[in-house]
């Protein structure tokens, strides 16, 4: 069967926020990810094949196995091959800014980067202040111009409350829950291949923890290269990575920061409870995008190939790099 790769934008209609691992209730502030998981963007184009294509019916899958053919046997598992039937390849999760013209953009290192020196075999960054907060830095793909993640979006702060199995409400369940509210023009976008059978069209959906209203728009337009930098020395992550502790050897200096991952996990079946947080026993750390790894040539060969050897996260959108050369 051949495929066909479409291009994915979601557009928040109103406030969104997205959970992740990081998104559970610590203290008193609950604060989300600016972005999906890319875990979340493959159970929104899953159940979306499944609604489109006439394989759900009253909320509930029609045929077991039927479905197993479109979208897999069941949600991610990070130990094991995955199998998402039709679903082939997911890219990492970009920014979209379209004045009429639609931009797309992917993680990368911050400024201060560029400015590293090398005394002797120690490397240290002069530009860079650590009482200062540096927002995610994204790169367009096209012509290189670069934004701040946080020029993209303001946050809105509400009280959230918890309640206990009796339906009561404990004295410290208030909290404060930080909702994302996206600037005109923005909204976030990956590209997506999938078998020539599916269909798959434009649809409002629900996505985030608490379920906000997107706009789901389908675009058929083929995929905009990466360029990797002539004779490189470094790699860039522009998506979170899940690699092994042998990768950090193999670099000079490294610019990172982790992200925890926990996945949900659900089987394709008509029976069961979707509406029940069914997650994975294992919460991994992935390195988070935009590090930056300086290494020699040898060694960059070997952190491509361990990043690259990770297929199963790599297939939905994660353990995707970029070659750059940073001057110094």
């Known amino acids: 069967?051949?495929?066909?790769?479409?291009?994915?934008?979601?557009?928040?209609?109103?406030?969104?926020?997205?959970?992740?691992?990081?998104?559970?209730?610590?203290?008193?502030?609950?604060?989300?990810?600016?972005?999906?998981?890319?875990?979340?963007?493959?159970?929104?184009?899953?159940?979306?094949?499944?609604?489109q294509n006439s394989l759900i019916k009253?909320?509930?899958?029609?045929?077991?196995?039927?479905?197993?053919?479109?979208?897999?046997?069941?949600?991610?598992?990070?130990?094991?091959?995955?199998?998402?039937?039709?679903?082939?390849?997911?890219?990492?999760?970009?920014?979209?800014?379209?004045?009429?013209?639609?931009?797309?953009?992917?993680?990368?290192?911050?400024?201060?980067?560029?400015?590293i020196k090398k005394l002797g075999d120690h490397y240290f960054l002069p530009n860079y202040d650590p009482k200062e907060h540096y927002p995610t830095n994204w790169k367009e793909i096209k012509n290189n111009t670069s934004l701040n993640e946080s020029d993209c979006y303001e946050e809105v702060e509400r009280v959230g409350v918890d309640k206990n199995y009796s339906g009561k409400t404990e004295n410290d369940s208030f909290f404060k829950q930080i909702w994302l509210k996206m600037k005109k023009g923005y909204s976030f976008g990956?590209?997506?291949?999938?078998?020539?059978?599916?269909?798959?069209?434009?649809?409002?959906?629900?996505?985030?923890?608490?379920?906000?209203?997107?706009?789901?728009?389908?675009y058929?337009?083929?995929?905009?290269?990466?360029?990797?930098?002539?004779?490189?020395?470094?790699?860039?992550?522009?998506?979170?990575?899940?690699?092994?502790?042998?990768?950090?050897?193999?670099s000079n200096f490294t610019v990172c920061d982790t992200v925890p991952f926990r996945n949900i996990i659900n089987p394709t079946s008509g029976i069961h409870n979707y509406y029940g947080v069914h997650k994975s026993s294992v919460r991994l750390q992935l390195l988070k995008r935009g590090s930056v790894f300086l290494a020699e040539k040898d060694n960059l060969d070997k952190m491509q190939y361990e990043i690259n050897t990770a297929s199963n996260f790599q297939n939905i959108g994660y353990n995707h790099f970029q070659l750059i050369k940073i001057k110094y």
């Open 220 to 250: 058929n337009i083929p995929a905009e290269s990466i360029q990797n930098a002539n004779e490189p020395n470094a790699i860039v992550l522009i998506s979170d990575a899940f690699v092994s502790q042998n990768f950090l050897t193999y």
């Open 190 to 218: 990956f590209y997506l291949t999938i078998t020539d059978d599916v269909v798959l069209n434009d649809a409002d959906v629900t996505f985030g923890k608490e379920s906000s209203p997107f706009l789901m728009k389908v």
């Open 1 to 51: 069967m051949s495929s066909k790769t479409l291009f994915i934008t979601l557009t928040p209609y109103q406030l969104f926020f997205f959970g992740g691992e990081q998104g559970e209730k610590a203290d008193y502030y609950l604060r989300g990810s600016f972005i999906p998981q890319q875990t979340a963007l493959l159970g929104l184009i899953r159940h979306q094949v499944l609604i």
């Open 58 to 115: 009253n909320n509930k899958i029609v045929d077991d196995s039927e479905a197993t053919i479109w979208i897999g046997a069941k949600s991610f598992e990070y130990d094991k091959k995955n199998d998402f039937g039709k679903i082939l390849l997911i890219s990492p999760c970009h920014l979209v800014y379209d004045d009429g013209i639609q931009k797309k953009y992917l993680p990368y290192y911050q400024s201060y980067i560029n400015g």
